[in-house]
């Protein structure tokens, strides 16, 4: 068997029913993280914002349930000696009949695994375009990682050959990357823009702001970014849990040349991604 | 054969690649219709609001297939001699690899049909509430039928027993239903709120404004509605491609006892309905 490989409901396939509200309304969560040396990469918390989406949406599937769908993935990795996987796990609401009100048996869980390029090989200077596709302020679905993408597919269809897109919310407020969260330094600081109207509360993202920063001896602060901000930043880090910590080397025709704050951090990710779980 | 039925990009089926964006993005566009008397019903609205779709979020479909992708299932409806039908079609971007910028080979198109009861048996008399999850304004993916659905999803969970929920939009005015479109009449005038910043162009919705309300001497406004606007308007009613024009009878705690526009257009919609193609 070789990847990419695909599990639906706990059995080898790579099909769903059509009748499957994930695919009928996006009803549904998914993670998307590494498996880096046979181990799910920050898995706790992937589980806890999958948790928070569960609650959002009211899509009941028991942990145990997706622990076990992710051991038996974990299994067969280990006779493959992969060091480096990337995992799509998605939870829907389940095949159902017509209508938004229409109720499912069974949530179906499935998993995907794919190859991706180890972390330290990722290129880490980064190019970026502010993109015109707005997000939308919708607070009930902020931070989640639900199913209704459509605008991180608009934005991403605005991109050429950069690397990664900056989107605003309605307000004209810096949110974050198509697929990445931001983080700017300025003044010894680490700022980042809150994930409650739109956003995603990515995972390194977090490790970032509950262990990174503090062991580096740096200070994040949550606030509103416009703009402008992004251009009088001294260094400017994207963030996603297949790519970790990259540095931005250009926003638009802005040129970033420091990378002190991205070069510590990342020695600290690779650390922290092998012991804190 | 029997209904539900299901096509999957012109062969019976009932399962998609998992890996399809309709299912990972809800990356996709949808109709649901009537098919009355071996036609669809509006299928020229519906056509239209699908190439809207089509254009706003750039997935590719030639409207020849579209079309003979219903024929096949008009022609085995045929041969069922049904009279009422629902259907969806779905057009997805297709299945692709992973990351939101992953290319498909080419769109997805699925039809599904199932039983449902005669217009002229749907009840007339609904009961609704206002819902309490608003619908995000997002200017870019309003009027359009996208796969995105989840605001309706939870709204559709704040109903107990009754028939619909109406959503009012971030700023407190009500825009439609849950999955209907909303007039009321008030001074001899139809209102309904824009489909501008959120909620979806209904094909009812048009052949009111477009066709019914001109035929039966009614004048309609486009307005935007706040939420004590319903309660001193004379009546209510709610549009769907299912349901055709319903009466509402009780909004919240406020009874509506006048049906005069709305006996007028469900006449000339009865009409309309079998001769406009």
Redesign the interface.
């Known amino acids: 068997m070789t990847l990419p490989f695909?599990w639906?409901n706990g059995t080898p396939?790579?099909?769903?029913?059509?009748?499957?509200?994930?695919?009928?309304?996006?009803?549904?969560l998914?993670e998307?993280f590494r498996v880096h040396r046979g181990r799910p990469h920050l898995w706790r918390y992937h589980l806890q914002r999958l948790q928070a989406g569960q609650r959002v949406?009211?899509i009941e599937c028991e942990t145990r349930r997706v622990e076990s769908q992710l051991e038996l993935a974990l299994d067969w990795l280990g006779t493959q000696a992969l060091d480096d996987a990337?995992a799509?796990l998605?939870l829907?609401?389940g095949a159902a009949?017509?209508?938004?009100?229409s109720a499912a048996d069974m949530s179906t869980l499935?998993l995907?695994l794919?190859t991706v390029s180890p972390w330290r090989s990722v290129p880490s200077a980064a190019r970026v375009i502010l993109c015109e596709?707005?997000l939308?302020?919708?607070p009930?679905?902020a931070g989640i990682k639900?199913?209704?993408?459509?605008?991180?597919?608009?934005?991403?269809?605005e991109?050429q050959d950069e690397d990664e897109g900056l989107q605003c919310n309605?307000r004209g407020e810096v949110v974050c990357g198509?697929?990445s969260n931001v983080f700017i330094a300025r003044d010894g600081k680490l700022l980042t823009p809150p994930v409650v109207d739109c956003g995603i509360a990515g995972t390194v993202r977090r490790a970032i702001m509950e262990a990174l920063a503090p062991s580096a001896g740096l200070e994040v602060v949550e606030t509103r970014l416009h703009p402008d901000d992004l251009v009088t930043a001294e260094e400017m880090l994207l963030t996603s849990s297949l790519q970790g910590i990259r540095q931005v080397a250009r926003c638009g025709e802005h040129v970033f040349t420091s990378s002190q704050c991205g070069d510590t951090l990342r020695e600290h990710f690779f650390h922290f991604s092998e012991s804190s779980e």
Do not use: K
């Open positions: 695909h639906v396939g790579a099909s769903i029913s059509l009748s499957d509200r994930g695919f009928s309304y996006g009803d549904s998914f998307t949406l009211g990337a799509r998605t829907s609401r009949g017509r209508g938004y009100r499935t995907s794919d596709t707005p939308a302020i919708q009930l679905l639900h199913g209704n993408r459509l605008e991180q597919v608009l934005a991403a269809r991109l309605s198509v697929s």
